[in-house]
């Protein structure tokens, strides 16, 4: 009995979010949003610290007057995740020599799990791990994959929530933030 109410329950959930994702968030058609829980655009980036996959810790803030940081929050196991990934890939090899960092903060995945997925589709961007989602949690995330671009300053200057087929605004705002 506890079984089917778990499972219930579950689908509710997934119901509730895909409804959230789908038809609230993509009201602008590209899933922007002015707002992720606390965060807010042109309100600096809460900071945090994250072990990468070799274990060393990386700070938000530490890029800040260097470098304009677009994180992005994922799993493996994320369908659209999976799809906006190469996406993500072209534009960091177009900044790959300036001003510019991909932080994919894994939610809640080993880093074995996340190396392995990684290093099969040849992405070279950087890894976080973000075990119990904590910093997804500061951040506001609730559906994955979430992006949040934040410029040297440390000011958050776009969220996106879910994928998105047209990049085009935030390939122009990269472009724009990095000449900055």
Same mark, same amino acid.
């Given at each position: 009995?506890?079984w089917?109410?778990?499972g219930l329950l579950?689908?509710a959930?997934?119901?509730a979010?895909?409804y959230q !994702?789908k038809?609230v968030m @993509? *009201?602008?058609?590209?899933?922007a949003?002015q707002?992720?829980g606390a965060?807010?655009?042109g309100?600096?980036?809460?900071?945090?610290?994250?072990e990468? $996959?070799?274990? @060393?810790?990386v700070?938000?803030s530490s890029y800040?007057?260097?470098k304009?940081?677009l994180m992005?929050?994922?799993?493996?196991w994320?369908?659209?995740?999976r799809?906006?990934?190469?996406? $993500?890939?072209?534009l960091?090899?177009k900044?790959k020599d300036?001003?510019?960092?991909?932080l994919?903060?894994?939610q809640g995945?080993?880093?074995?799990?996340? *190396?392995d997925? $990684?290093q #099969? *589709?040849k992405?070279?961007f950087?890894?976080?791990l973000? &075990?119990?989602?904590?910093?997804?949690?500061?951040?506001? !995330?609730q559906?994955? &994959?979430t992006?949040? $671009?934040?410029? =040297?300053k440390g000011? !958050?200057q776009?969220i #996106?929530?879910?994928?998105?087929?047209?990049?085009?605004n935030?390939?122009?705002? !990269?472009? =724009?933030?990095?000449k900055?």
């Amino acid at each position: 009995m506890i079984w089917i109410m778990a499972g219930l329950l579950f689908a509710a959930a997934s119901i509730a979010i895909n409804y959230q !994702v789908k038809f609230v968030m @993509h *009201r602008s058609g590209n899933g922007a949003v002015q707002q992720l829980g606390a965060i807010s655009v042109g309100q600096p980036a809460p900071d945090f610290t994250l072990e990468d $996959l070799s274990g @060393h810790p990386v700070t938000l803030s530490s890029y800040r007057n260097q470098k304009v940081v677009l994180m992005d929050f994922w799993a493996t196991w994320c369908g659209p995740c999976r799809m906006a990934m190469p996406d $993500l890939q072209t534009l960091a090899d177009k900044f790959k020599d300036g001003n510019f960092e991909i932080l994919s903060l894994n939610q809640g995945e080993s880093a074995d799990q996340v *190396r392995d997925f $990684l290093q #099969r *589709r040849k992405y070279t961007f950087h890894a976080l791990l973000d &075990p119990g989602s904590a910093v997804g949690n500061q951040f506001g !995330v609730q559906a994955i &994959p979430t992006l949040v $671009l934040v410029d =040297k300053k440390g000011v !958050v200057q776009f969220i #996106r929530i879910g994928y998105a087929e047209n990049e085009d605004n935030l390939w122009k705002l !990269v472009t =724009k933030l990095t000449k900055e």
